[in-house]
Each structure stands twice: as C-alpha cells, then as structure tokens.
C-alpha cells in the first residue's frame, strides 16, 4: 500500500520560516511528489510538484521565490521549505502523486500570524 504523511506544519509569524515533510512508504517508493494547500472556503491549490532527481517540475506563481523543493531518498521523504511566510499562506497542506484524485491523507496546518 502506499502512503504519504505529511508533517512539519506549526505556527509561525509573517517573515519566518517552515519545512514541511512528505514521507512515502509503500512496496516502491516514488518521490515524484506534488504539494497543494487548501485554506477554509477556498479550492484545493496545487503548489509545487518536484521530479525525480529532486528538480522542480513547478512552483504556482503565489509561492516562487520563496518556496523550494528538495527530497531524500534515504529519508524516503520530499521537502517543503517555507520562507518569507505571509498570512495568505495560511491553509492545510498535502502531498500527493501528480494528478491524484484519491488517497488524500490528514495534512498538515500552516498558520502564519501578523
């Protein structure tokens, strides 16, 4: 079965910083990953997706510049670094396989105060 968690969300202040971790377990492992978030009344918005080698495949305009993308194949596991937060950036984050329409797991809370 495969299975991605994600972690690393908390409080933090406008300006500060967060690395949120997605680790994947399963028969194979595959990092290629994306990020969404989704704030109360808002759509599910897709982020960033990271490819294989750990290069970014895309970044949403609302977050280039300040968000990045890295993994660790012996971490099993794919990075969010979070920087130069703003309140907008305040939702529940997820990871997943690029275009998944299923398998949705808890996420994590980003809350980014003034």
């Known amino acids: 079965q495969v299975q991605l968690v994600e972690s690393g969300g908390g409080f933090v202040q406008a300006g500060g910083s967060l690395r949120l971790s997605c680790e994947v377990s399963g028969r194979f492992i595959n990092l290629v990953t994306s990020w969404w978030r989704q704030s109360p009344g808002q759509e599910r918005e897709l982020i960033a997706t990271?490819?294989?080698?750990?290069?970014?495949?895309y970044l949403a305009d609302s977050v280039k510049g300040r968000f990045t993308l890295s993994n660790s194949w012996a971490a099993r596991s794919v990075y969010l670094e979070m920087n130069d937060l703003r309140p907008e950036d305040t939702a529940v984050y997820y990871c997943n396989y690029p275009g998944a329409q299923t398998n949705w797991g808890p996420g994590t809370q980003v809350t980014v105060s003034l």
């Open positions: 990271i490819g294989s080698r750990g290069n970014t495949v």
